[in-house]
């Protein structure tokens, strides 16, 4: 057992404010899934960090309103797209978004490394964070980054992490359940709303 476990001055009121700074720093809002990330080693405590884990980059770019946007009809090779990975084909392919609204989307430079669960918090994904798939797309058009990633709601209904690469050959474009990606690399570039 570590000598933390018997020393006598910590209260439970002191385990309490470590878990919610766990769940302040993973943007998780259940206490019980803050201890369980915890001690699967999905979590650490740390200290607040003074960087911030994503800088903006630029001001941000308004993308125009769409009646209807059908993925399968966008993501082509004639609109330059070379690959499409297989959650990509399966979960975000078959999305269909009408009357999708005009939006200021904004561009994100990540500083260092890190998990889905802290850029996702820090992208507020569950409030206001996830972005249209209609407005991904824009955004890989208008070529804003030659790599560029965002969290879109796929045809299960689900958050994914999806990414674009432009290369040689075109795009290739992924999709990732967040969580299941280990680590985004710092420089990785976001959008969110």
Excluded: C
């Amino acid at each position: 057992m570590s000598k933390f476990a018997f020393a006598a001055e910590v209260l439970p009121g002191h385990l309490n404010a470590m878990v919610k700074n766990l769940m302040r720093q993973a943007g998780i809002r259940d206490p019980n899934e803050a201890v369980r990330a915890f001690n699967a080693g999905e979590l650490i405590l740390s200290p607040r960090d003074p960087q911030a884990l994503l800088k903006p980059v630029g001001d941000p770019v308004v993308l125009p309103a769409v009646a209807k946007f059908t993925a399968k009809d966008a993501f082509t090779k004639a609109n330059g797209v070379a690959y499409l990975g297989d959650n990509f084909k399966q979960y975000i392919l078959p999305v269909v978004e009408e009357n999708v609204p005009e939006v200021a989307v904004r561009v994100w430079d990540l500083t260092r490394a890190a998990r889905d669960i802290r850029i996702a918090a820090q992208l507020n994904v569950d409030e206001t964070g996830e972005l249209s798939l209609t407005h991904y797309f824009q955004a890989i058009q208008r070529k804003f980054h030659t790599w560029l990633a965002a969290y879109v709601i796929g045809s299960d209904n689900e958050t994914w992490a999806v990414r674009a690469y432009l290369g040689s050959g075109g795009w290739g474009v992924f999709a990732f359940r967040p969580g299941d990606r280990d680590w985004w690399r710092a420089g990785d570039r976001f959008l969110s709303r």
